[in-house]
């Protein structure tokens, strides 16, 4: 099973399943684009609609490779509302622009749609510029499915998740759960919040309800995280952190265009301009001080 992700033919191992977009199992993003600090290839895929696999090719590996890691510094995590990694792929492929370079699937199986060198339409930011900065990770989670205000998006119609002593366990139709690498996954969410399950905070002016992500996600997305940094060593290995709070925050930071490191989407985008909607993902329910103190871990080590 493969272990690397890759970008202009560097690989790096990161001892996690990865299933790359140009092998059998792979899923491929529909609507890339070029990144307009990069330069080996047409820039006309820059702002046009996805052309033919054949356009998108990169003229000089090595110099492509040198101007991604000049430009790139974040690693935006997503949830996709979805119940798997296939049902967003299917989300994504309805779409005219959508995309992002990997998924995360519910048993810990990572996707990767594309080369990293190619830009995803996942988080403009308020600054219509997120996506130029940014690798994109979409995790399966139905995220708001507690309240049910984003759910009729994904064909998502009524609770999924129930309560197995004291765990909390989605329920799966065959459809989806035939498509998940591991055979017979049992989903259960990391945590519980007391006796509803689900976790509840204010997020960028508006309450999230959801339930956690599993733990099997939780390790493959540590697992990403460095394995981006070694690739790209600009996404370094903090998250946004409020040391007067002791918390990472999760509305909009103040200098979310220019911090080097691991965000969510809310972090950057708060919808304050025109045509840039509020977000509000990895939602309430994501684990931001396991994810630091596995970041800090690493850090020591080294």
Avoid at 125 to 138: F, L, M, P
Avoid at 204 to 232: H, P
Wanted: charged share 25%; aromatic share 10%.
């Amino acid at each position: 099973m493969n272990q690397s992700i890759v970008t202009c033919q560097k690989t790096v191992d990161i001892n996690s399943p990865v299933i790359l977009w140009n092998t059998e199992m792979g899923l491929t993003c529909p609507n890339r684009r070029g990144r307009s600090a990069c330069n080996q290839h047409n820039p006309i895929l820059n702002n046009q609609p996805s052309e033919p696999l054949s356009e998108y090719s990169i003229s000089n590996l090595d110099k492509a490779y040198d101007e991604l890691k000049g430009s790139v510094y974040q690693l935006i995590i997503h949830y996709d509302a979805c119940y798997s990694s296939h049902h967003c792929h299917q989300i994504m492929t309805e779409s005219t622009f959508k995309g992002s370079h990997f998924y995360l699937d519910l048993d810990g199986t990572l996707y990767q749609t594309c080369d990293l060198y190619w830009k995803t339409n996942t988080a403009p930011a308020d600054d219509r510029n997120g996506n130029e900065r940014a690798i994109h990770v979409e995790i399966s989670n139905l995220s708001w499915e507690a309240l049910k205000s984003e759910s009729n998006s994904y064909k998502v119609s009524s609770c999924k998740y129930q309560q197995k002593k004291d765990r909390w366990e989605l329920f799966l139709s065959d459809k989806w759960k035939k498509q998940l690498r591991t055979p017979n996954f049992r989903v259960y969410a990391a945590r519980g919040y007391g006796k509803r399950g689900y976790f509840s905070r204010r997020i960028n002016g508006k309450i999230v309800r959801m339930w956690d992500f599993t733990d099997e996600q939780y390790r493959a997305l540590i697992s990403l995280c460095f394995g981006l940094n070694k690739l790209l060593p600009k996404i370094r290995l903090q998250v946004p952190y409020d040391k007067q709070k002791n918390r990472t925050p999760l509305d909009r930071i103040s200098n979310y265009s220019t911090f080097e490191g691991i965000l969510g989407h809310a972090h950057v985008q708060r919808g304050e301009v025109d045509g840039v909607s509020c977000k509000y993902d990895p939602g309430s329910a994501f684990n931001w001080p396991l994810l630091r103190r596995a970041l800090n871990r690493k850090k020591i080590c080294s």
